[in-house]
């Protein structure tokens, strides 16, 4: 599966942003897709992953109650909605896509820079 980010960019603190993730492929449907970000100097961190068919979300800490995972399938399309955020979520966002709950995410897409400014 080949994955396409877009919808960062630059946004004051409080504001929001949605990021979205399309994708290839015809079994979209049965990929965990899944939310991760690199800040300047720091190593990727988890943000937020979903299930294949949407009724199962999982949200790191430090976003959990300001952002919202949720996927089209009939789209082939994740998105992320970030409210609320914060100049510590300025970072780059990638979307990547696994084939179960407990495999290893192996499909990446390029990322999508969002700059929270205070």
């Known amino acids: 599966v080949q994955l396409q980010a877009s919808g960062g960019g630059l946004v004051q603190a409080g504001g929001s942003l949605r990021l979205s993730c399309a994708a290839s492929?015809?079994?979209?449907?049965?990929?965990?897709m899944g939310w991760f970000r690199r800040a300047p100097g720091k190593e990727r961190e988890f943000v937020a992953r979903?299930?294949?068919?949407?009724?199962?979300?999982y949200y790191a800490d430090s976003v959990n109650g300001r952002f919202t995972l949720s996927r089209d399938n009939a789209k082939n399309t994740v998105y992320l909605q970030m409210d609320s955020l914060k100049p510590e979520d300025t970072a780059v966002y990638y979307c990547?896509?696994?084939?179960?709950?407990?495999?290893?995410?192996?499909?990446w897409g390029q990322g999508t820079l969002v700059t929270v400014s205070s």
């Open positions: 990547a896509a696994k084939e179960g709950r407990y495999k290893p995410y192996n499909y």
């Open positions: 492929g015809r079994t979209f449907s049965s990929y965990f």
């Open positions: 979903i299930s294949g068919v949407g009724d199962d979300t």
